[in-house]
């Protein structure tokens, strides 16, 4: 594959599942850390060196074994990456950098404000942020500026809410330099978010170019991140309620943010998204990230190997186009963070040997300590709802473990952490399937045409809402519905309307997830008016139109879309033609057994 050994600046979990990404291509990775590092276990190699990425000898006993030195974490020293750089810069016989990402970019993303500062640079948007002294004074300026609540964060050393503080009014002045003294310090206007989103980013080219993002640059799905205790809890993919035009502006805004900076690898891009559907980047890490690890299961390739692949001079190049998409519909990615006692964490990858599909990874960190991360869990499915309802005993366990984390007295056992989970599945039951289909009609009258249709959504299983949605009464609310459908997971809709009929096409205009049209007879010309306004839609908007008053066929139609990513759901359709087959060839071998003339009086 490639010849070149890499070097990592620290072992952690991060480093251990970039190993098992090099192992797979062959690949020789030597690790700086000390020698219980998770990563070192996975990797027997000479070329380790057992020290701490913060010592410049270690630093450089390392480069001196290894052709190219990426990092686990950022902050590491780069002044010794920058002597380094002046000694030896490039792979020997190449012009390519013996340091992916580039110190330079590590440095700029080391200090937060100097990361929000390049980014204005690059008008890339961001939140207002201003320097400020670690003082009452200053403090106050900075809410003068800013207004309350600001969130004042530690410039340097600052990851998983470590180094932020809310200042909420000038009442918490005082305690916040209390809780961040002795650090650089800057404010930032408080991001009123309504969702904080990630994009995993794969650069290929070592020069910076923001006018060549699109060619130097690959996208990871964006995905929705869950916070608590200021620490990643969940991911979900595709984020929830989010639509395919926000999430792709998601992924282009990461794409130029990362653009901007000089080397290749993996970056982590952290987002907010406003409620007025805008964007704004919170940060970014230089290298693979928690929200990422479901790609190890859920995409084509994951960030781990990705990021094997950017650094090196053979391979930058071999990251195909579709590398990064999903190759399954949904996932959820839960963390295993660690509990009372040091082997609290096992419960929750215990239990996640009893559901389906669930892939546990173990970080093999040794004795757990609270709010310490030891593993994680990833679950993949048809659709986000599948993967929700799989992973809710194992969010209850992690939840109860949280109850128990910081009990001192000793009393928290496994029995004790698995009836507080008994008492959360109790108060917390199973989520309801999320609707992958919506029924919609212009007016309640239109009920009773669709009711046989509901009903056999409710035999097959299909979770479904119903709405009434009049393309003449309430077009806003219309246009608002289809614009959302797709972003909410929905995979059909099914639109019933009569007389002018314009509810179907109206909708099927502004989604593009399929639209089934159910013409309703109304009062004079007995549903002809409505299935020639549905059927004939201009090039462009297609809707699948049914016969007059047929929600049955509208309802397997839709079944027959969502069974193309449900397995279930194409088994009840599968069936169901079986079963039709089976009751026409006995109707058949009935008629030829009896002759039609008895078969005729037998059915009246």
Known sequence: MDDHIVGVLGGG????MLVEAA????????????????????????????????????????????????YEIEHVGTEILEELDSERPF??????SRFQPSWRTVRTIQDKFTQKQHFAKYAISIAKSIAVSPSQQGLKEAGEALGYPFMLKSRTQAYDGRGNFPVKSESDIEPAISALANRPLYAEKWAHFKMELAVMVVKTAQEDDPDAWEKNTLAYPTVETVHEDSICKLVYVPPRDVSQQVARAAQDLARRAVSTFQGTGVFGVELFLLPDNTLVVNEIAPRPHNSGHYTIEACHMSQFEAQIRAILPDLASKIPAGATDLAVNAAMMLNILG????????????????????????????????????????????????????????????????????????????TSILKTQAEL????????????????????????????????????????????????RTPQYMLDFG????????????????????????????????????????????????????????????????????????????ARIVGSSDEKVRTWVADHLQQMDDENMEKEHRLQREGWKIYKKLDG
């Not at 979990?13 to 251990?16: A, D, M």
């Not at 792979?91 to 390519?96: A, H, L, S, Y």
Request: some cysteine.
């Open 339 to 414: 509990g009372p006692q040091p082997d609290s964490h096992l419960l929750v990858a215990k239990a996640a040997l009893d559901v389906p599909g669930a892939k546990i990874h173990l970080y093999g960190k040794g004795e757990g300590r609270p709010g310490r991360k030891m593993g994680h869990i990833t679950i993949t499915g048809s659709s986000l709802s599948e993967c929700e309802v799989k992973m809710h005993p194992l969010i209850q366990m992690v939840d109860a473990i949280r109850v128990h984390r910081n009990d001192r007295s000793g009393q928290s056992s496994a």
């Open 91 to 96: 792979v020997e016989g190449t012009k390519w």
């Open 425 to 472: 599945l109790d108060s917390n039951p199973t989520p309801s399937a999320r609707a992958v289909v919506a029924v919609v009609m212009g007016s309640d009258t239109d009920l009773a045409t669709l009711r046989p249709g509901l009903t056999l959504l409710d035999t097959m299983g299909i979770p479904y809402e119903v709405h009434i949605t009049s393309a003449h």
């Open 13 to 16: 979990q991060l480093g251990r």
């Open 483 to 558: 614009r959302a459908a797709a972003g909410r997971g929905l995979k059909a809709i099914i639109a019933a309307a009569g007389g002018a009929a314009h509810l179907p096409g109206m909708m099927a205009s502004e989604t593009p997830i399929p639209v089934i049209g159910v013409p309703v007879k109304a009062s004079s010309l007995d549903g002809l008016d409505s299935l020639l306004s549905i059927v004939q839609m201009p090039r462009g908007i297609p809707v699948a139109t049914v016969g007059i008053g047929n929600s049955v066929n509208a309802a397997i139609l839709a």
């Open 23 to 70: 192992n797979r291509l062959n690949i020789q990775v030597g690790v700086l850390d000390a020698d219980s590092a998770p990563a070192k276990y996975l990797a027997n190699s000479d070329r380790h060196v057992t020290g701490s990425f913060a010592n410049a000898p270690d630093v450089k006993a390392l480069a001196a074994r290894c052709d190219i030195l990426t």
